[in-house]
Protein backbone atom coordinates (compact mmCIF):
# COMPACT_ATOMS: atom_id res chain seq x y z
CA UNK A 1 0.00 0.00 0.00
CA UNK A 2 1.40 3.71 -1.00
CA UNK A 3 -2.10 5.51 -0.08
CA UNK A 4 -4.46 5.83 2.41
CA UNK A 5 -7.58 8.08 1.60
CA UNK A 6 -9.33 9.67 5.12
CA UNK A 7 -12.57 11.28 5.67
CA UNK A 8 -14.79 12.45 8.52
CA UNK A 9 -18.34 13.38 9.44
CA UNK A 10 -18.95 15.67 12.64
CA UNK A 11 -21.99 16.96 14.35
CA UNK A 12 -20.99 20.34 12.74
CA UNK A 13 -18.48 22.77 11.45
CA UNK A 14 -16.87 23.95 14.76
CA UNK A 15 -14.25 21.21 16.15
CA UNK A 16 -14.19 23.32 19.62
CA UNK A 17 -18.35 22.55 19.86
CA UNK A 18 -19.12 19.76 17.84
CA UNK A 19 -17.84 15.90 17.59
CA UNK A 20 -16.60 13.76 15.82
CA UNK A 21 -19.28 10.60 14.66
CA UNK A 22 -17.17 8.46 11.89
CA UNK A 23 -14.28 8.21 10.36
CA UNK A 24 -13.40 6.76 7.08
CA UNK A 25 -10.40 5.07 5.70
CA UNK A 26 -9.84 3.56 2.43
CA UNK A 27 -6.45 1.95 1.35
CA UNK A 28 -4.57 1.90 -2.14
CA UNK A 29 -1.59 0.13 -3.86
CA UNK A 30 -1.09 3.62 -6.23
CA UNK A 31 -2.14 5.83 -8.49
CA UNK A 32 -4.54 4.22 -10.84
CA UNK A 33 -5.68 1.04 -8.97
CA UNK A 34 -9.11 0.87 -7.05
CA UNK A 35 -9.23 1.50 -2.79
CA UNK A 36 -8.18 -2.01 -2.03
CA UNK A 37 -9.10 -1.83 1.95
CA UNK A 38 -12.37 0.19 3.64
CA UNK A 39 -12.71 1.08 7.11
CA UNK A 40 -15.16 2.75 8.77
CA UNK A 41 -14.80 3.88 12.24
CA UNK A 42 -17.63 4.82 14.70
CA UNK A 43 -16.91 7.12 16.75
CA UNK A 44 -18.71 6.58 19.94
CA UNK A 45 -17.30 3.23 20.44
CA UNK A 46 -14.16 2.65 22.08
CA UNK A 47 -13.42 -0.27 20.13
CA UNK A 48 -13.11 1.35 17.20
CA UNK A 49 -11.68 4.50 18.29
CA UNK A 50 -8.96 1.98 19.36
CA UNK A 51 -8.42 0.74 15.83
CA UNK A 52 -8.25 4.10 14.24
CA UNK A 53 -5.01 4.71 16.22
CA UNK A 54 -3.35 1.34 15.87
CA UNK A 55 -4.10 2.20 11.84
CA UNK A 56 -2.81 5.43 12.04
CA UNK A 57 0.76 4.09 13.67
CA UNK A 58 0.59 1.95 10.96
CA UNK A 59 0.33 4.52 8.22
CA UNK A 60 2.89 6.70 9.97
CA UNK A 61 4.88 3.48 10.03
CA UNK A 62 4.62 2.50 6.73
CA UNK A 63 4.73 6.22 5.50
CA UNK A 64 1.56 5.90 3.09
CA UNK A 65 0.79 9.48 1.61
CA UNK A 66 -2.70 10.48 2.85
CA UNK A 67 -5.25 11.94 0.58
CA UNK A 68 -8.08 14.45 1.20
CA UNK A 69 -10.90 16.35 0.71
CA UNK A 70 -10.01 20.08 2.17
CA UNK A 71 -7.99 17.98 4.43
CA UNK A 72 -7.24 21.21 6.89
CA UNK A 73 -10.54 20.81 8.13
CA UNK A 74 -10.38 17.43 9.17
CA UNK A 75 -6.96 17.14 10.23
CA UNK A 76 -7.80 19.58 12.84
CA UNK A 77 -10.47 17.96 13.66
CA UNK A 78 -9.42 15.28 14.06
CA UNK A 79 -6.14 16.49 16.18
CA UNK A 80 -8.45 18.51 18.62
CA UNK A 81 -10.22 15.50 19.47
CA UNK A 82 -7.62 12.82 19.77
CA UNK A 83 -4.32 14.37 19.35
CA UNK A 84 -3.64 12.27 16.53
CA UNK A 85 -1.47 15.11 13.95
CA UNK A 86 -2.01 13.27 10.54
CA UNK A 87 -0.37 14.90 7.59
CA UNK A 88 -1.94 16.02 4.37
CA UNK A 89 0.24 14.45 1.74
CA UNK A 90 -2.49 15.04 -1.08
CA UNK A 91 -5.77 16.72 -1.26
CA UNK A 92 -8.42 17.16 -3.79
CA UNK A 93 -9.55 20.59 -3.36
CA UNK A 94 -6.37 22.20 -3.90
CA UNK A 95 -6.12 20.30 -6.84
CA UNK A 96 -9.36 20.95 -7.90
CA UNK A 97 -8.37 24.43 -7.73
CA UNK A 98 -4.90 24.39 -9.73
CA UNK A 99 -7.17 22.56 -12.15
CA UNK A 100 -9.41 24.77 -13.15
CA UNK A 101 -9.72 28.05 -10.81
CA UNK A 102 -13.25 28.86 -11.65
CA UNK A 103 -14.96 25.58 -11.00
CA UNK A 104 -16.50 24.78 -7.85
CA UNK A 105 -13.92 22.78 -5.76
CA UNK A 106 -16.36 20.75 -3.47
CA UNK A 107 -16.35 16.68 -3.61
CA UNK A 108 -19.93 16.38 -5.11
CA UNK A 109 -19.53 18.89 -7.46
CA UNK A 110 -16.26 17.82 -8.91
CA UNK A 111 -17.25 14.11 -8.79
CA UNK A 112 -20.14 14.70 -10.83
CA UNK A 113 -17.99 16.74 -13.33
CA UNK A 114 -14.96 14.97 -13.36
CA UNK A 115 -16.03 11.25 -12.81
CA UNK A 116 -19.97 11.38 -13.92
CA UNK A 117 -21.20 10.67 -10.70
CA UNK A 118 -24.26 11.41 -9.64
CA UNK A 119 -25.10 13.29 -5.78
CA UNK A 120 -24.87 10.64 -3.63
CA UNK A 121 -26.04 12.90 -0.49
CA UNK A 122 -28.39 12.54 1.91
CA UNK A 123 -30.03 14.71 4.67
CA UNK A 124 -28.20 16.27 7.23
CA UNK A 125 -29.78 15.23 10.49
CA UNK A 126 -28.59 11.45 9.06
CA UNK A 127 -24.85 12.51 8.34
CA UNK A 128 -24.78 13.60 11.69
CA UNK A 129 -26.50 10.90 13.47
CA UNK A 130 -24.66 7.74 14.65
CA UNK A 131 -26.93 5.32 12.42
CA UNK A 132 -23.62 3.79 11.19
CA UNK A 133 -26.23 1.63 8.68
CA UNK A 134 -27.10 5.53 7.30
CA UNK A 135 -23.91 6.74 7.34
CA UNK A 136 -21.61 3.77 6.43
CA UNK A 137 -22.52 3.80 2.28
CA UNK A 138 -22.35 7.43 2.58
CA UNK A 139 -19.13 7.60 4.16
CA UNK A 140 -17.72 5.23 1.82
CA UNK A 141 -18.75 6.82 -1.07
CA UNK A 142 -17.21 10.11 0.36
CA UNK A 143 -13.55 8.29 0.58
CA UNK A 144 -14.10 6.40 -2.94
CA UNK A 145 -14.54 9.37 -4.77
CA UNK A 146 -11.78 11.57 -2.94
CA UNK A 147 -9.49 8.65 -3.88
CA UNK A 148 -11.07 8.68 -7.64
CA UNK A 149 -10.68 12.30 -7.95
CA UNK A 150 -7.30 12.29 -6.79
CA UNK A 151 -6.29 9.62 -9.51
CA UNK A 152 -7.68 11.62 -12.22
CA UNK A 153 -6.29 14.83 -11.37
CA UNK A 154 -2.96 12.87 -11.07
CA UNK A 155 -3.86 12.07 -14.88
CA UNK A 156 -5.01 14.95 -16.34
CA UNK A 157 -3.20 17.94 -14.56
CA UNK A 158 -0.36 19.60 -17.07
CA UNK A 159 3.50 20.07 -15.83
CA UNK A 160 2.59 23.70 -15.18
CA UNK A 161 -0.59 22.76 -13.00
CA UNK A 162 0.98 20.28 -10.80
CA UNK A 163 4.02 23.14 -10.21
CA UNK A 164 1.05 25.66 -9.10
CA UNK A 165 -0.48 23.07 -6.64
CA UNK A 166 3.16 21.52 -5.54
CA UNK A 167 4.97 24.72 -4.95
CA UNK A 168 2.16 27.43 -4.30
CA UNK A 169 -0.71 26.04 -3.20
CA UNK A 170 -0.23 22.83 -1.15
CA UNK A 171 2.31 24.54 1.21
CA UNK A 172 -0.04 27.85 1.38
CA UNK A 173 -2.90 25.40 2.64
CA UNK A 174 -0.23 23.58 5.34
CA UNK A 175 0.86 26.89 6.14
CA UNK A 176 -3.12 28.19 6.92
CA UNK A 177 -3.65 25.14 8.56
CA UNK A 178 -1.03 25.69 10.96
CA UNK A 179 -2.43 29.65 11.39
CA UNK A 180 -6.05 27.95 12.17
CA UNK A 181 -4.29 25.86 14.70
CA UNK A 182 -2.63 28.01 16.73
CA UNK A 183 -5.25 31.08 16.38
CA UNK A 184 -4.54 34.69 16.90
CA UNK A 185 -4.30 36.24 20.58
CA UNK A 186 -7.28 37.57 21.39
CA UNK A 187 -7.37 40.69 24.59
CA UNK A 188 -10.14 38.79 26.81
CA UNK A 189 -9.63 41.44 29.28
CA UNK A 190 -10.25 44.79 27.26
CA UNK A 191 -12.96 43.13 25.41
CA UNK A 192 -15.75 43.68 27.62
CA UNK A 193 -15.05 47.43 27.57
CA UNK A 194 -15.09 47.56 24.08
CA UNK A 195 -17.96 45.55 23.48
CA UNK A 196 -19.82 47.46 26.29
CA UNK A 197 -18.96 50.88 24.34
CA UNK A 198 -20.31 50.31 21.83
CA UNK A 199 -23.03 48.77 22.95
CA UNK A 200 -24.00 52.56 24.74
CA UNK A 201 -23.23 53.93 21.07
CA UNK A 202 -25.88 51.94 19.40
CA UNK A 203 -28.28 52.66 22.38
CA UNK A 204 -27.73 55.96 22.26
CA UNK A 205 -27.92 56.48 18.67
CA UNK A 206 -31.10 54.74 18.35
CA UNK A 207 -33.01 56.48 21.47
CA UNK A 208 -32.03 59.58 19.20
CA UNK A 209 -33.54 58.24 16.37
CA UNK A 210 -36.64 57.18 17.97
CA UNK A 211 -37.20 60.77 19.63
CA UNK A 212 -37.54 61.98 15.72
CA UNK A 213 -39.69 58.98 15.01
CA UNK A 214 -40.54 55.69 16.70
CA UNK A 215 -40.17 53.54 13.75
CA UNK A 216 -38.03 49.95 13.15
CA UNK A 217 -35.20 51.60 12.20
CA UNK A 218 -33.20 48.69 10.91
CA UNK A 219 -36.13 48.57 7.74
CA UNK A 220 -35.41 49.94 4.67
CA UNK A 221 -38.73 50.30 3.69
CA UNK A 222 -39.67 52.32 6.86
CA UNK A 223 -37.04 54.31 6.56
CA UNK A 224 -37.28 55.26 2.86
CA UNK A 225 -41.23 56.47 3.94
CA UNK A 226 -39.54 58.40 7.22
CA UNK A 227 -37.48 60.23 4.66
CA UNK A 228 -38.54 60.66 1.45
CA UNK A 229 -42.53 59.88 1.19
CA UNK A 230 -44.10 60.85 4.47
CA UNK A 231 -45.91 64.41 4.47
CA UNK A 232 -45.08 63.98 8.39
CA UNK A 233 -41.40 62.91 7.44
CA UNK A 234 -38.24 64.62 6.02
CA UNK A 235 -39.31 65.57 2.79
CA UNK A 236 -35.79 65.13 1.45
CA UNK A 237 -35.03 65.03 -1.74
CA UNK A 238 -34.61 61.70 -3.46
CA UNK A 239 -30.94 61.11 -4.61
CA UNK A 240 -31.47 57.29 -6.00
CA UNK A 241 -33.96 54.85 -6.84
CA UNK A 242 -34.07 51.27 -5.89
CA UNK A 243 -34.56 48.95 -9.14
CA UNK A 244 -38.27 48.89 -8.30
CA UNK A 245 -38.28 52.37 -8.46
CA UNK A 246 -38.81 53.79 -4.80
CA UNK A 247 -36.64 55.71 -3.04
CA UNK A 248 -33.22 54.40 -2.00
CA UNK A 249 -32.04 55.08 1.63
CA UNK A 250 -28.52 53.34 1.47
CA UNK A 251 -25.25 54.06 3.07
CA UNK A 252 -24.09 55.94 0.08
CA UNK A 253 -27.32 58.11 -0.16
CA UNK A 254 -27.32 58.76 3.37
CA UNK A 255 -23.71 59.70 3.41
CA UNK A 256 -24.55 62.35 0.70
CA UNK A 257 -27.68 63.70 2.29
CA UNK A 258 -25.06 64.21 5.48
CA UNK A 259 -22.71 65.78 3.42
CA UNK A 260 -25.25 68.91 2.45
CA UNK A 261 -25.89 68.85 5.80
CA UNK A 262 -29.22 66.84 6.81
CA UNK A 263 -28.80 66.07 10.13
CA UNK A 264 -31.04 62.62 10.55
CA UNK A 265 -28.68 61.02 7.42
CA UNK A 266 -26.08 61.66 9.47
CA UNK A 267 -27.64 60.32 12.32
CA UNK A 268 -28.61 57.31 10.30
CA UNK A 269 -25.05 56.53 10.11
CA UNK A 270 -23.76 56.34 12.81
CA UNK A 271 -26.62 53.86 14.86
CA UNK A 272 -25.90 51.97 11.25
CA UNK A 273 -22.01 51.82 11.71
CA UNK A 274 -22.38 50.38 15.23
CA UNK A 275 -25.14 48.32 14.59
CA UNK A 276 -23.61 46.65 12.43
CA UNK A 277 -20.36 46.47 14.00
CA UNK A 278 -22.02 45.04 17.39
CA UNK A 279 -23.49 42.46 15.06
CA UNK A 280 -20.99 41.57 12.76
CA UNK A 281 -18.45 41.50 15.00
CA UNK A 282 -18.36 42.10 18.94
CA UNK A 283 -21.64 40.41 19.81
CA UNK A 284 -19.47 37.06 18.09
CA UNK A 285 -16.70 37.55 19.80
CA UNK A 286 -15.59 37.22 22.95
CA UNK A 287 -15.26 33.57 25.14
CA UNK A 288 -17.28 31.67 22.88
CA UNK A 289 -15.27 31.90 20.25
CA UNK A 290 -11.63 32.70 21.65
CA UNK A 291 -11.59 29.02 22.83
CA UNK A 292 -8.14 29.02 23.93
CA UNK A 293 -7.86 32.76 24.30
CA UNK A 294 -7.68 32.62 20.66
CA UNK A 295 -9.48 33.12 17.70
CA UNK A 296 -9.42 30.79 15.18
CA UNK A 297 -10.66 32.22 11.47
CA UNK A 298 -10.71 29.86 8.53
CA UNK A 299 -8.72 30.88 5.50
CA UNK A 300 -9.79 29.58 2.15
CA UNK A 301 -7.19 29.15 -1.12
CA UNK A 302 -10.68 28.06 -3.15
CA UNK A 303 -13.75 29.86 -3.08
CA UNK A 304 -12.49 33.50 -4.94
CA UNK A 305 -12.62 32.76 -8.78
CA UNK A 306 -9.80 35.55 -9.01
CA UNK A 307 -7.39 33.43 -7.39
CA UNK A 308 -7.69 35.89 -4.14
CA UNK A 309 -7.71 34.18 -0.39
CA UNK A 310 -10.73 34.61 1.81
CA UNK A 311 -11.33 34.38 5.39
CA UNK A 312 -14.55 33.61 7.61
CA UNK A 313 -15.30 33.04 11.32
CA UNK A 314 -14.71 35.36 11.42
CA UNK A 315 -13.79 37.43 8.47
CA UNK A 316 -10.64 39.39 9.29
CA UNK A 317 -11.15 41.02 6.12
CA UNK A 318 -14.08 42.69 7.02
CA UNK A 319 -13.29 44.31 10.54
CA UNK A 320 -13.37 47.87 10.48
CA UNK A 321 -10.58 49.90 10.83
CA UNK A 322 -11.55 51.41 14.12
CA UNK A 323 -8.70 51.44 16.47
CA UNK A 324 -10.45 49.88 19.61
CA UNK A 325 -11.75 47.24 17.51
CA UNK A 326 -8.39 46.58 15.81
CA UNK A 327 -6.51 46.80 19.08
CA UNK A 328 -8.03 43.38 20.96
CA UNK A 329 -6.03 41.42 18.20
CA UNK A 330 -2.55 41.52 19.18
CA UNK A 331 -0.08 39.24 21.15
CA UNK A 332 0.49 37.49 24.09
CA UNK A 333 3.41 39.27 26.95
CA UNK A 334 6.80 38.54 25.70
CA UNK A 335 5.69 38.21 21.91
CA UNK A 336 5.50 41.24 19.33
CA UNK A 337 2.14 41.19 17.27
CA UNK A 338 2.85 42.49 13.44
CA UNK A 339 1.32 43.01 10.62
CA UNK A 340 3.32 43.44 7.60
CA UNK A 341 1.43 45.03 4.43
CA UNK A 342 2.51 45.48 1.04
CA UNK A 343 2.45 48.83 -0.52
CA UNK A 344 0.52 49.78 -3.15
CA UNK A 345 0.73 45.91 -4.45
CA UNK A 346 -2.21 46.32 -7.74
CA UNK A 347 -0.73 49.87 -9.00
CA UNK A 348 3.09 47.95 -9.12
CA UNK A 349 1.64 45.13 -10.83
CA UNK A 350 -0.89 46.75 -13.56
CA UNK A 351 1.99 49.20 -13.98
CA UNK A 352 4.09 45.68 -14.80
CA UNK A 353 1.28 43.81 -16.93
CA UNK A 354 0.83 47.59 -18.91
CA UNK A 355 4.34 48.28 -19.33
CA UNK A 356 3.52 51.72 -17.96
CA UNK A 357 6.35 53.40 -17.85
CA UNK A 358 5.72 56.60 -16.22
CA UNK A 359 4.24 54.66 -12.91
CA UNK A 360 7.39 52.16 -13.64
CA UNK A 361 10.09 55.31 -13.81
CA UNK A 362 7.76 56.58 -10.27
CA UNK A 363 8.53 53.31 -8.51
CA UNK A 364 11.77 52.70 -9.34
CA UNK A 365 12.55 56.07 -8.48
CA UNK A 366 11.14 55.04 -4.97
CA UNK A 367 8.85 58.05 -6.35
CA UNK A 368 5.20 58.68 -4.71
CA UNK A 369 2.24 58.01 -7.38
CA UNK A 370 -0.38 59.41 -5.51
CA UNK A 371 1.88 62.50 -4.94
CA UNK A 372 2.41 62.64 -8.97
CA UNK A 373 -0.91 61.70 -9.71
CA UNK A 374 -1.99 64.79 -7.48
CA UNK A 375 0.05 67.09 -9.27
CA UNK A 376 -2.48 66.74 -12.33
CA UNK A 377 -4.85 68.54 -10.17
CA UNK A 378 -2.62 71.56 -8.92
CA UNK A 379 -0.86 72.16 -12.28
CA UNK A 380 2.64 71.05 -10.95
CA UNK A 381 2.09 72.16 -7.44
CA UNK A 382 3.31 70.41 -4.19
CA UNK A 383 -0.17 68.85 -3.08
CA UNK A 384 -1.55 69.04 0.19
CA UNK A 385 -2.70 66.42 2.59
CA UNK A 386 -6.36 66.19 1.05
CA UNK A 387 -5.41 66.65 -2.85
CA UNK A 388 -2.83 63.56 -2.07
CA UNK A 389 -5.65 61.63 -0.87
CA UNK A 390 -8.17 62.80 -3.62
CA UNK A 391 -5.31 61.14 -5.59
CA UNK A 392 -5.44 57.92 -4.14
CA UNK A 393 -9.26 57.56 -5.10
CA UNK A 394 -8.24 58.55 -8.83
CA UNK A 395 -5.48 55.90 -9.00
CA UNK A 396 -7.61 53.27 -7.54
CA UNK A 397 -10.45 53.96 -9.49
CA UNK A 398 -9.77 54.73 -12.42
CA UNK A 399 -6.83 51.62 -12.89
CA UNK A 400 -9.13 49.35 -13.94
CA UNK A 401 -11.02 51.78 -16.53
CA UNK A 402 -13.91 52.72 -14.16
CA UNK A 403 -16.33 55.64 -16.03
CA UNK A 404 -16.57 58.88 -14.37
CA UNK A 405 -19.94 58.44 -13.25
CA UNK A 406 -19.70 55.91 -11.11
CA UNK A 407 -16.35 56.98 -10.10
CA UNK A 408 -18.11 60.01 -8.34
CA UNK A 409 -19.68 57.53 -6.03
CA UNK A 410 -16.75 55.36 -5.46
CA UNK A 411 -14.33 58.38 -4.70
CA UNK A 412 -17.32 59.33 -1.98
CA UNK A 413 -18.21 56.22 -0.20
CA UNK A 414 -14.48 54.45 -0.49
CA UNK A 415 -12.27 57.97 0.17
CA UNK A 416 -14.76 60.48 1.54
CA UNK A 417 -13.81 62.76 -0.79
CA UNK A 418 -16.19 64.36 -3.49
CA UNK A 419 -15.65 64.94 -7.27
CA UNK A 420 -18.19 66.53 -9.39
CA UNK A 421 -19.39 64.38 -12.65
CA UNK A 422 -17.41 67.02 -14.56
CA UNK A 423 -13.89 66.89 -12.39
CA UNK A 424 -14.54 63.07 -12.71
CA UNK A 425 -14.23 63.48 -16.21
CA UNK A 426 -11.67 66.15 -16.55
CA UNK A 427 -9.32 63.99 -14.09
CA UNK A 428 -10.18 60.83 -15.89
CA UNK A 429 -8.34 62.30 -19.09
CA UNK A 430 -5.66 63.81 -17.38
CA UNK A 431 -5.45 60.30 -15.77
CA UNK A 432 -5.41 58.40 -18.60
CA UNK A 433 -2.86 60.90 -20.35
CA UNK A 434 -0.67 60.40 -17.58
CA UNK A 435 -0.45 56.93 -17.66
CA UNK A 436 -0.69 56.62 -20.92
CA UNK A 437 -0.22 52.33 -21.43
CA UNK A 438 -3.19 52.38 -19.07
CA UNK A 439 -5.95 52.10 -21.77
CA UNK A 440 -4.09 50.29 -24.45
CA UNK A 441 -3.71 47.78 -22.04
CA UNK A 442 -7.20 47.34 -21.07
CA UNK A 443 -7.56 46.97 -24.50
CA UNK A 444 -5.36 44.18 -24.94
CA UNK A 445 -6.29 42.41 -22.00
CA UNK A 446 -10.38 41.83 -23.69
CA UNK A 447 -8.58 40.73 -26.83
CA UNK A 448 -6.57 38.57 -25.11
CA UNK A 449 -9.70 36.85 -23.14
CA UNK A 450 -11.19 36.87 -26.01
CA UNK A 451 -8.95 34.48 -27.67
CA UNK A 452 -8.36 32.37 -25.12
CA UNK A 453 -11.46 32.34 -23.36
CA UNK A 454 -9.71 34.01 -19.82
CA UNK A 455 -6.71 35.42 -18.68
CA UNK A 456 -3.61 34.02 -16.35
CA UNK A 457 -1.96 35.78 -13.76
CA UNK A 458 1.77 36.17 -13.65
CA UNK A 459 2.27 32.16 -12.01
CA UNK A 460 0.34 31.28 -14.75
CA UNK A 461 -2.77 30.20 -12.77
CA UNK A 462 -5.78 30.45 -15.49
CA UNK A 463 -9.13 31.60 -14.90
CA UNK A 464 -11.95 30.60 -18.01
CA UNK A 465 -14.15 33.50 -18.39
CA UNK A 466 -16.84 32.40 -20.66
CA UNK A 467 -19.12 35.24 -20.41
CA UNK A 468 -16.82 37.15 -23.16
CA UNK A 469 -18.51 34.92 -25.62
CA UNK A 470 -21.87 36.67 -24.16
CA UNK A 471 -24.54 38.24 -26.57
CA UNK A 472 -25.57 40.23 -23.38
CA UNK A 473 -23.66 43.42 -23.29
CA UNK A 474 -23.68 43.21 -19.12
CA UNK A 475 -22.39 39.72 -18.96
CA UNK A 476 -19.56 40.37 -21.66
CA UNK A 477 -18.90 43.60 -20.25
CA UNK A 478 -18.19 42.00 -16.32
CA UNK A 479 -16.16 39.71 -18.72
CA UNK A 480 -13.96 42.28 -20.00
CA UNK A 481 -13.27 44.12 -16.28
CA UNK A 482 -12.44 40.70 -15.11
CA UNK A 483 -9.91 40.28 -17.74
CA UNK A 484 -8.48 43.23 -16.63
CA UNK A 485 -8.60 43.05 -12.68
CA UNK A 486 -8.17 39.23 -12.35
CA UNK A 487 -4.68 38.80 -13.33
CA UNK A 488 -3.36 41.74 -11.29
CA UNK A 489 -5.43 40.91 -8.22
CA UNK A 490 -4.63 37.17 -8.32
CA UNK A 491 -0.90 38.24 -9.16
CA UNK A 492 -0.95 40.08 -5.83
CA UNK A 493 -2.53 37.43 -3.90
CA UNK A 494 -0.12 34.81 -5.26
CA UNK A 495 2.55 36.66 -3.99
CA UNK A 496 1.89 37.48 -0.80
CA UNK A 497 1.25 33.29 -0.29
CA UNK A 498 4.90 33.24 -1.68
CA UNK A 499 5.67 35.51 1.08
CA UNK A 500 3.95 34.36 3.69
CA UNK A 501 5.26 30.22 3.08
CA UNK A 502 8.84 31.39 3.27
CA UNK A 503 8.41 33.31 6.51
CA UNK A 504 6.78 30.38 7.50
CA UNK A 505 9.23 28.14 6.77
CA UNK A 506 12.44 30.17 7.69
CA UNK A 507 11.89 32.09 10.22
CA UNK A 508 9.61 29.46 12.54
CA UNK A 509 12.53 28.26 13.96
CA UNK A 510 13.48 31.72 15.73
CA UNK A 511 9.81 31.75 17.24
CA UNK A 512 7.80 33.42 14.65
CA UNK A 513 4.27 32.52 13.57
CA UNK A 514 1.95 33.40 10.93
CA UNK A 515 -1.72 33.59 12.23
CA UNK A 516 -3.61 34.89 9.41
CA UNK A 517 -3.15 37.74 6.15
CA UNK A 518 -5.65 40.06 5.72
CA UNK A 519 -6.29 41.36 1.87
CA UNK A 520 -2.29 42.48 0.77
CA UNK A 521 -0.95 42.12 4.92
CA UNK A 522 0.53 39.33 6.74
CA UNK A 523 -0.55 38.53 10.29
CA UNK A 524 1.86 36.91 12.80
CA UNK A 525 3.93 37.32 16.33
CA UNK A 526 7.58 36.72 17.32
CA UNK A 527 9.58 36.97 20.42
CA UNK A 528 10.36 40.38 21.95
CA UNK A 529 13.96 39.26 21.62
CA UNK A 530 14.36 39.06 17.99
CA UNK A 531 12.78 42.34 17.41
CA UNK A 532 15.43 43.80 16.27
CA UNK A 533 16.37 41.92 13.42
CA UNK A 534 13.48 39.56 12.20
CA UNK A 535 11.27 42.91 11.19
CA UNK A 536 14.06 43.53 8.74
CA UNK A 537 14.32 40.00 7.48
CA UNK A 538 10.13 39.72 6.89
CA UNK A 539 10.84 43.29 4.68
CA UNK A 540 13.37 41.53 2.82
CA UNK A 541 11.52 38.02 2.44
CA UNK A 542 8.33 40.14 1.23
CA UNK A 543 10.27 41.74 -1.38
CA UNK A 544 11.31 39.37 -3.22
CA UNK A 545 10.09 35.82 -2.65
CA UNK A 546 12.01 32.93 -4.13
CA UNK A 547 8.66 31.58 -5.60
CA UNK A 548 9.30 34.43 -7.97
CA UNK A 549 12.26 32.82 -9.38
CA UNK A 550 10.51 29.82 -8.87
CA UNK A 551 7.91 30.69 -11.80
CA UNK A 552 10.45 32.56 -13.76
CA UNK A 553 8.67 36.36 -12.86
CA UNK A 554 10.74 39.29 -12.43
CA UNK A 555 8.60 42.36 -12.17
CA UNK A 556 10.02 45.72 -13.90
CA UNK A 557 9.57 47.48 -10.67
CA UNK A 558 10.34 46.75 -6.78
CA UNK A 559 7.57 45.70 -4.60
CA UNK A 560 7.66 47.42 -1.21
CA UNK A 561 6.51 46.40 2.11
CA UNK A 562 5.49 47.98 5.62
CA UNK A 563 5.96 46.31 8.86
CA UNK A 564 4.21 47.30 11.68
CA UNK A 565 4.92 46.18 15.10
CA UNK A 566 2.52 46.36 17.94
CA UNK A 567 -1.38 46.00 18.46
CA UNK A 568 -3.75 45.45 15.05
CA UNK A 569 -4.46 48.73 13.89
CA UNK A 570 -2.38 51.02 16.00
CA UNK A 571 0.65 51.45 13.72
Not at 271 to 292: C, H, I, P
Not at 342 to 368: F, K, V, W
Not at 478 to 503: C, F, K
Request: glycine fraction near 6%; aromatic fraction near 12%.
Amino acid sequence: MKYATIDIESTGLNRYKEEITFIGVGLAKDVGEPISKMFIYQWSEKEDRKKFKNLMKNIRKRKLKVVWQNGKFDTLFIELKTGIKIPISEDIMIMGTAYDLAAEHGLKKMAKRYLGVEDWDIKKKDKTSNNKEVVTPYLTKDVRYTWELFCYFMGKMTPHQMKIYKKLLMPAFRMYRDAERRGIYFDLDEFPNVREKYKKIEEDKLKELKSHYDINWNSPQQKAEVLFKSKKGENLPVLKRTPKGEPSADASTLKKLAAKGYELPNLMLEYTAANTLNKMFLNRWGEDSAYDGRIHPTFNLTNVVSGRTSCTDPNLQQVPRTKDIRALYHAPEGRCFFEADYSQLELRIAAHYANERTMLRIYNENGDIHTATAMLMTNGRQPTKEERNKAKAVNFGFLYGMGAKKFVDYAYDSYGVKFSLAEAEAFREAFFAKYSRLAPWHEEQRRLCAELGGVSNLFGRFRKLPDIYSTEWSKKGGAERRAINTPVQGTGSDILLSAAIQIDKELSQYGLTIVGSVHDSILGEFPESEKEWIVDEIRKIMIHPHLLDVFEIELRCPLDVDVGVGKWGTH
